[in-house]
């Protein structure tokens, strides 16, 4: 048993190594700080589980001539469960020891056809009562060392708490795992909704500022400056504006305007923004000419994109909100109908 909670921590350790020199990719499921937190709790476990195993099972293993105290007058009788092994058969004994005062044994059983463990079990216990009638001690109950011409070897059953916490403390592991994958993948399907609602009005500024007079590149550091100013007015920060800003940053820094509008596409990861992206690279390449029919033509296209996505949902909510009606119903239509059998019947 301690051999598993040794083998645990070696696979803990490995784990930490592992992740220290990059053996294992972690990160690309769990922040560093989480995949701290898993194996801490899988060492925590892992230990407590150790301790309780030792503790627990320390002196499993009876000598020959092994005797219980008996409990005290008004304790009433003691149950005790037992390993014991007589060559190589094994059987486990659930021992009834009596009080000092002697209360009698449990019920005779009535008789039935005994399987071979239950008739070594029962030679047992006729062999310890033989063996208590025989010592009449008051105060201790004795265990007897041979049954049948056979030596009996007692011991305490295993205690496998120590092993069930390490296993909780794995399956808490695994849980943050999962429970982080999850999260995430929330948090990205969010992205994914937020932006494509913000694209129709992100593709009609630009439209509007080009219209304006300005370059596509003043147009979208416009953007993106005044989204930088108003954001800390926003409950929740807008990815597709973020991207647009970390997009001007790399033009600041002197990143190649086109690369750095492939990059934003790359980053966006949505084919409304890929396609937007392709659109303004082409203008460098092209020239501005059509730019503007073709911004206009795009932000239609959003706004319907957008206007079906909104009868989708809608439809899924009507969905939704169908079950609550129908048990609603089902619980009008009983309290209807029930009375109305009872008037009937009665």
């Not at 048993?1 to 972690?26: D, N, T």
């Not at 589980?49 to 293993?61: A, S």
């Not at 439809?315 to 079950?323: D, G």
Request: aromatic share 8%.
């Amino acid at each position: 048993m301690i051999a598993v909670h040794i083998g645990m921590l070696a696979v803990v350790l490995f784990l930490w190594i592992g992740g220290k020199a990059g053996w294992i990719p972690y990160k690309k499921y769990v922040e560093q700080r989480e995949y701290g937190k898993i194996l801490l709790v899988l060492l925590l476990g892992n230990l407590l589980g150790m301790c309780i195993t030792w503790q627990n099972n320390q002196g499993r293993i009876l000598q020959d001539g092994a005797y219980l105290v008996r409990p005290l007058y008004g304790q009433g009788n003691k149950t005790q469960q037992f390993l014991a092994s007589v060559e190589d058969e094994e059987v486990v004994i659930s021992m009834s020891i009596p009080q000092q005062q002697g209360e009698e044994e449990e019920q005779e059983k009535k008789e039935k056809k005994l399987t071979p463990q239950e008739a070594l079990s029962e030679a047992i216990r006729k062999e310890t009562l033989a063996l208590n009638e025989e010592k009449q001690d008051p105060e201790k109950y004795y265990l007897p060392s041979n049954v049948n011409g056979k030596h009996i070897q007692w011991a305490y059953p295993t205690d496998h708490s120590g092993m069930i916490l390490m296993s909780l403390a794995v399956f808490a592991g695994i849980l943050l795992i999962l429970m982080r994958e999850r999260k995430r993948e929330r948090e990205l399907e969010k992205r994914k909704e937020q932006m494509l609602r913000d694209y129709p009005n992100l593709v009609t500024k630009l439209s509007l500022l080009v219209q304006a007079g300005m370059t596509m590149r003043r147009a979208f550091g416009k953007t993106a400056l005044d989204y930088r100013q108003n954001k800390g007015k926003e409950e929740e920060p807008r990815y597709a504006y973020e991207e647009m800003l970390v997009t001007y940053y790399e033009m600041e820094s002197g990143v190649l305007e086109s690369q750095a509008y492939e990059n934003f596409g790359r980053r966006c990861d949505q084919v409304q923004y890929r396609t937007l992206a392709t659109l303004l690279s082409q203008n460098l390449k092209k020239g501005s000419q059509g730019l503007l029919d073709m911004l206009e033509r795009e932000s239609v296209t959003a706004f319907e994109d957008r206007k079906r996505q909104a009868r989708i949902l809608g439809e899924a909510a009507a969905m939704k909100l169908l079950i609550p009606m129908v048990l609603m119903l089902l619980v009008v239509l009983v309290i209807i109908m029930v009375p109305a059998c009872m008037s009937f019947y009665g």
